[in-house]
C-alpha cells in the first residue's frame, strides 16, 4: 500500500511544526513536573487554535473530526516537541463521548454536550483511566474533568469526583495519579465496554504517534551530537559503529511510519481489524522510540541521565510510551489475534 500526505496534511504538519518551534517546550515540560500547570494550559490553548484538539470531536459538536490521520500528524509534531498533557486521553474520551451520545443512558447526552465542544477548543482538559490503560489517569491534577471506565467488563462511565495523590513516574512530565471513586455515573451497559475499547483504541494510537515523533527528536538531536563532537581528531559520527548505531535507529522509525498511517486509515474506516493495525503500529513506534533512547544515551556519553539535559526530557518520554496504552507484549498479542 502507498500512503502519502496530501498537500493540506503536510501544511498542517508543519504548522504544528513552526508553533511548537517557538514555544519553548523544554521549559513547559519542566513546569509542568513541577506541578506548574500554566505554560502547558496555554500552548494547549494555542494548539487548540490550530484545530488540534478538535481533531477526534465530531462536527456536531464543534470538532471537527474525526479525523485520524490529521491526528497522527499533529501527535507526531507533538512528540517531537515533548508536549505535556493528556492528548492521548483526550481523544480518547471524545471518542467514548461521541460514541454514547444519543444512546440510552440519558446522563451521557448533557455530558457530552458539556464536554465535547470545550475539549475541541483546547481549553479544558480531560483524562481518561480505563483497563487498557492501567488504573490511573494521567495528569488529572491538570486535568477539569477526570472520566473513568469501571464495573464489571468496564460498562461503568463515571464522572470521578477528584483524584489521590500524584504517583513518582520514570517520565516527572507525565503525572500520574488514581480517580477517587464515587462521583456522577454517566452511562452503564455493554454500549460503554464496546464504545471504550474503540477510545482505548485511539489512545493507543494516539501514543504510538507521539512515540513515533520523540524518537524522530531523539535521533535529530544525536546526529546533530555526533556531528559536532571530535575524539581522536575526528568527528564521534564519522565511525562505522556510529553510523550503523543511527542507522538501525532510522530504519526502525521508518518502519513504524507506514504502519501508524496505516492504522489511522483503519480507524477512519472503522473496519475489523482496526485494533490489530492500531496494536501493530503501537508496538512498531514504542519499540522504534525506545531504540532511539537507548541510542542517544549512549552516543551521549550517558549525559541524559541528568537533569540537566534536556535530552533527558525526550528519553523519559520514549520510556513511558512504550507501556502507556499497551505494553509490547499486549500489543503483539492483539495482532496475532487479529
Known amino acids: 500500500m502507498e500512503f502519502l500526505l496530501d498537500r493540506a496534511q503536510g501544511e498542517f504538519g508543519r504548522t504544528v511544526d513552526r508553533m511548537l518551534g517557538g514555544a519553548h517546550t523544554a521549559q513547559v515540560v519542566r513546569a509542568w513536573a513541577r506541578g506548574?500547570?500554566?505554560?502547558?494550559?496555554?500552548l494547549w490553548e494555542r494548539l487548540g487554535g490550530i484545530g488540534v484538539t478538535a481533531l477526534a470531536v465530531p462536527e456536531t459538536h464543534e470538532g471537527v473530526g474525526p479525523l485520524p490521520v490529521e491526528l497522527a500528524v499533529a501527535s507526531v509534531e507533538s512528540g517531537r516537541h515533548a508536549v505535556?498533557?493528556?492528548?492521548?486521553?483526550?481523544a480518547a474520551v471524545a471518542v467514548l463521548l461521541a460514541a454514547l451520545a444519543g444512546g440510552d443512558a440519558a446522563q451521557v447526552d448533557p455530558a457530552a454536550r458539556h464536554w465535547l465542544p470545550r475539549i475541541a477548543s483546547g481549553r479544558t482538559l480531560v483524562t481518561l483511566a480505563a483497563a487498557d490503560g492501567g488504573p490511573y489517569a494521567l495528569d488529572a491534577d491538570a486535568a477539569d474533568a477526570v472520566?473513568?471506565?469501571?464495573?464489571?467488563?468496564?460498562?461503568?462511565?463515571?464522572?470521578?469526583?477528584?483524584?489521590?495523590?500524584?504517583?513518582?513516574?520514570?517520565?516527572?512530565?507525565?503525572?500520574?495519579?488514581?480517580?477517587?471513586?464515587?462521583?456522577?455515573?454517566?452511562?452503564?451497559?455493554?454500549?460503554?465496554?464496546?464504545?471504550?475499547?474503540?477510545?482505548?483504541?485511539?489512545?493507543?494510537?494516539?501514543?504510538?504517534?507521539?512515540?513515533?515523533?520523540?524518537?524522530?527528536?531523539?535521533?535529530?538531536?544525536?546526529?546533530?551530537?555526533?556531528?559536532?563532537?571530535?575524539?581522536?581528531?575526528?568527528?564521534?559520527?564519522?565511525?562505522?559503529?556510529?553510523?550503523?548505531?543511527?542507522?538501525?535507529?532510522?530504519?526502525?522509525?521508518?518502519?513504524?511510519?507506514?504502519?501508524?498511517?496505516?492504522?489511522?486509515v483503519a480507524l477512519a474506516s472503522a473496519g475489523p481489524g482496526a485494533r490489530a493495525e492500531v496494536a501493530a503500529a503501537k508496538v512498531a513506534a514504542g519499540e522504534a522510540g525506545y531504540a532511539a533512547a537507548r541510542a542517544a544515551l549512549q552516543l551521549h556519553g550517558a549525559i541524559g541521565y541528568t537533569d540537566e539535559s534536556d535530552l533527558s526530557l525526550w528519553i523519559r518520554r520514549a520510556g513511558a510510551l512504550r507501556s502507556a496504552w499497551g505494553t509490547p507484549s499486549v500489543c503483539r498479542a492483539r495482532v496475532l489475534a487479529g
Open 36 to 42: 506548574d500547570h500554566g505554560p502547558g494550559r496555554t
Open 147 to 264: 472520566f473513568t471506565v469501571e464495573g464489571a467488563g468496564g460498562e461503568e462511565l463515571w464522572l470521578a469526583p477528584g483524584h489521590g495523590r500524584v504517583q513518582p513516574s520514570i517520565d516527572p512530565a507525565r503525572r500520574l495519579a488514581r480517580p477517587l471513586p464515587g462521583g456522577e455515573l454517566l452511562a452503564r451497559g455493554p454500549a460503554v465496554a464496546e464504545a471504550a475499547g474503540r477510545a482505548a483504541d485511539w489512545a493507543a494510537f494516539v501514543t504510538a504517534a507521539q512515540s513515533l515523533g520523540t524518537g524522530l527528536a531523539l535521533l535529530e538531536r544525536t546526529v546533530a551530537y555526533v556531528k559536532g563532537r571530535r575524539q581522536f581528531g575526528r568527528a564521534v559520527g564519522s565511525f562505522q559503529a556510529v553510523k550503523h548505531r543511527l542507522a538501525d535507529v532510522l530504519i526502525g522509525l521508518e518502519f513504524a511510519r507506514p504502519l501508524l498511517y496505516g492504522a489511522a
Open 84 to 90: 505535556p498533557g493528556p492528548l492521548a486521553e483526550t
